[in-house]
């Protein structure tokens, strides 16, 4: 098993880094081609979160793994600013719950996603890539930014079946 985790946690890193690198692009691109890019990068990170081995930790500090959580408000506005009007979009709390629709925000989610991908990156940095490590990126994924990376592709699809971007 210590081969495939450490190449399943080696692409799914090379993912973490293509979408923290795609967001710093945003600048340079105009935002329905930043929305295009962003859509395709993160198709790539949660099919590679997904591939992550379900491993339990070695330790009972797995969960605290120590990290640096990196502001993340300057990114945010940057792209809400950015987005415009192609930000905002309506979603469900829990789509396997009857709720009111709420209105939510694509830099929102991506930039929480950012977040979560420059700890990752950090804390693979600074860690042999081992079971706790794992366990880590995967419960990050499951409890956090994978719900994010749901509600923005499906708002990002919305945006490419509409014809507003491609």
């Known amino acids: 098993m210590g081969s495939e985790l450490e190449t399943l946690t080696a ?3 090379t993912s973490a880094m293509d979408f923290c690198t795609a967001v ?12 295009s890019k962003i859509g395709n990068v ?14 339990e930790p070695n330790s009972y500090d797995a969960d605290k793994i120590p990290f640096h959580k990196e502001a993340v408000g300057n990114v945010w506005i940057f792209l809400r600013d950015k987005l415009g ?7 469900v709390f829990n789509s396997t719950q ?14 929480e996603i950012y977040s979560d991908m420059k700890d990752n990156l950090e804390i693979a940095g600074r860690c ?21 990376a749901v509600d923005a592709l499906k ?3 919305d945006l490419r079946a509409n014809g507003t971007i491609d």
Request: charged share 20%; proline share 5%.
């Open 98 to 111: 009857q709720g009111e629709p709420i209105q939510a925000g694509l830099s929102q989610d991506i930039s």
């Open 11 to 13: 692409r799914f890193l």
């Open 155 to 157: 708002a990002i699809h």
């Open 42 to 55: 993160l198709v790539e990170l949660y099919g590679h979160a997904l591939a992550l081995p379900n491993v």
């Open 85 to 91: 009007p192609l930000d905002m979009y309506w979603t």
């Open 128 to 148: 042999a890539i081992n079971a706790d490590v794992v366990w880590t990126l995967r419960d990050d994924f499951r409890h956090h930014w994978g719900k994010h």
């Open 24 to 35: 710093d692009s945003y600048a340079s691109l105009s935002p329905e081609a930043f929305l």
